[in-house]
């Protein structure tokens, strides 16, 4: 069946602009997970929807940062003011209530 | 959650065993020993958990040492699609969905 899907899977942009990376979960998967990994590190937890609201979002690194997922199902994470430090792969996962997670490949983003 | 520790790196030859070790001295009796793995440009993908019991699926064994304090992940014929890194994790038995806290995990190598 069809997985976690993460579009774009590549984007480059210039400090200072504005991004949006989209998260297709796993149909009916009420939980969904952003995570950020940099390079040699381990995934580093970002923020955590149950249905449309943020049950968790400790993990967003400043006001920078923001998640939507209006309808419980695709998520959007959104990054204002760019800053060459956000470069990484940004990792998306869903799951049932209590079940292992399911991982997207990520996007790749690049800030130059 | 409690803090895990593993190689940084491992090297196997194709077709053979492979035992990836974790020490989780600190784990709490209610806590589930998880194991994910990355393949290269891949998201993390869930493995094996297990809480007290052997455990064994089509991927691999999970060995629980009897205090708990360690526990080894088993391929029991390591290919050459095995190299990844490998993730042990440790979540509270009623976490639900909280989210995984990744460490830096263990580079598998398999030679040909």
């Known amino acids: 069946g069809a997985g976690v899907s993460q579009t774009p899977s590549n984007k480059v942009t210039e400090k200072g602009k504005y991004v949006e990376l989209r998260c297709d979960p796993i149909s009916g998967h009420t939980a969904l997970y952003w995570y950020r990994q940099s390079l040699g590190q381990g995934p580093e937890f970002l923020i955590y929807?149950?249905?449309?609201?943020?049950?968790?979002d400790s993990g967003l690194p400043n006001d920078r940062f923001f998640a939507v997922r209006p309808e419980g199902s695709v998520s959007t994470l959104k990054i204002q003011r760019t800053e060459r430090g956000d470069s990484a792969v940004y990792l998306c996962a869903s799951s049932l209530w209590g079940q292992p997670q399911h991982f997207g490949d990520g996007t790749r983003l690049s800030i130059l | 959650d409690a803090k895990t520790t593993q190689p940084n790196s491992m090297e196997s030859n194709e077709e053979e065993p492979v035992h990836l070790p974790c020490n989780h001295s600190?784990?709490?009796?209610?806590?589930?020993i998880h194991w994910y793995r990355q393949l290269p440009s891949q998201g993390p993908e869930y493995v094996i958990h297990g809480l007290t019991s052997n455990v064994n699926n089509r991927m691999a064994s999970l060995a629980i040492a009897e205090d708990r304090k360690s526990s080894t992940l088993i391929l029991h014929r390591a290919t050459l699609r095995d190299a990844a890194v490998y993730y042990c994790i440790l979540r509270e038995t009623n976490s639900g969905n909280t989210p995984l806290v990744f460490g830096k995990g263990t580079r598998l190598s398999v030679i040909a």
């Open positions: 600190t784990i709490s009796g209610t806590d589930y």
């Open positions: 929807f149950q249905g449309t609201g943020a049950a968790d």
